[in-house]
C-alpha cells in the first residue's frame, strides 16, 4: 500500500497520438522535436541552457524507451510506457479526469473562431449580473499578447478582457489592482454560471499586475473554476475510503475541488515541486498526492518557447533524486502528461499526443507496459497500488 504520487508535466507529449490529424495536430510531438532542436543547436540560450538535452533521471525511469528512442543504451529502473488519450478533447481537464479514471465521453462546448465570439446574450447577462461596464476582448488570443493589446485600455475604461482559445475555455484578464483580484473572482463565478448550459469546461480568471503594455504580466493567482468531472475519479474514490488527498497546484481546482483533502499551492515549478516533497513527507500510508507542473504547458508550450521547455524539462530532471530519496518502502511515483504543446508545432494551442507512463520507487519492479490504450489505467493502477476500488475505466498495469 504505502503512497502514491501522480505528477502530471503539464503538455509532456511523447508523440502524435493514433487520432492526432482529427484534431489537425499531425507530426506534433511535444518531447521528441525539443530533444532535436537541443541537438541541432536550436534550444541554446545564454545564461539559461546549452546543447542536447539533458535528462539523466527521467532517461534511467525509461522516458526514452517509453518514447520509443532508441538511442538510449539505459534499461529503465521503473515501470515504462505510454498511453493515449480516449476522451474526446486534448484539454487539461479531460486529461486529467481520464488519468483519474474517468475518460470525457461527451463534447465540451468551444466558442467560434469568430470576432466576436462570444454569443451577445452571454455577453449581456455577465454584464448586467455582475455590473461591470462592458468587455473588451471577445475573440480568440494568447492570453500575454491581448494583456499588451488591451491591457492599457482595460484600465483607462475599467472593463475586463475576456478571450478564449481552441480550448472550452471563457478567460478573464484583468489587473489585480486596478479592478480588483477578489472582483475579477467574483466575476468568473458570475461567469461560470452563465456558461454552464454551454457545456463551457472552465473559466479562468488571468490577474496581471504592471503599468504598461510593456511592464504587464500575469501572477500565480490565476483560478480555475471548472465543472465538476461527471463521475467520480479516483481522487473522490480515495477520500470515501478515509485517505488524505493531498492536491499541489491547480490540481484541486482542476477537479473542481472534489475528492480534494488539502490544497498546497506554488508559484512556478520549483516551488510546486517542493510542496510536493512537504505533501510526501507528511503523507500516510494509503495516501494520495497529485500534482500539476503547470509551467511546461502555461510558459513554455503555449509560448512555443523550446529553449524555455527544455530549460524547464533539465530543472525538474535534476530534482527527481531528492524524491527518489524522500520514498519509502511501498511507495511508488509515476510520471505522466495530460495532452501535448508541442513548443515548435504552429500555432499556440495543445497537440493531441500519446503521453509517457513511467512508475518508480523503492519496491517497483522494471517492466516495459506498452502503449496503454487510455490514460485511464494510470488511475486503475494506483487505486489497485493503494488497495481503494477503481474509478471505473482502465486496467492497472502493476
Ligand atoms: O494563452 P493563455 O492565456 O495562456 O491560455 C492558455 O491557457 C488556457 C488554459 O490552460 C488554454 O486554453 C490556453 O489557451
Ligand atoms: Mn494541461
Ligand atoms: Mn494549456
Redesign the pocket.
Known sequence: MARAVIMVLDSFGIGAAPDAEDFGDDGADTFGHILEACRSGRADRAGLRNGPLHLPNLERLGLFAAAGRGDSPVRPDGVWGSAREISRGKD?PSGHWEIAGVPVAFDWGYFPHEVPTFPPELVRQIVDDSGIPGILGDRHA???EIIRDLGEESLATGKPILYT?S?S?L?IAAHEAHFGLDRLYELCTVARRHVDPLNIG?V?A?PFIGDSAESFTRTANRRDYSVPPPQPTLLERAVEAGRTVHAVGKTADIFAHRGISRVLKGDGNMALFDRMLEALSEASSGDLVFVNFVDF??IYG?RRDVAGYAAALEAFDARLPELEAAMRPGDIAIATADHGCDPTFRG??HTREIVPVLGFGPDVEPKPIGRRETFADIGASVAAHLGIAAAGAGRSFL
Request: hydrophobic share 20%.
Open positions: 487539461t494568447s492570453g500575454t482559445s480550448d475555455v478567460q472552465r479562468i488571468r504547458d502555461m503555449h499556440s494551442d
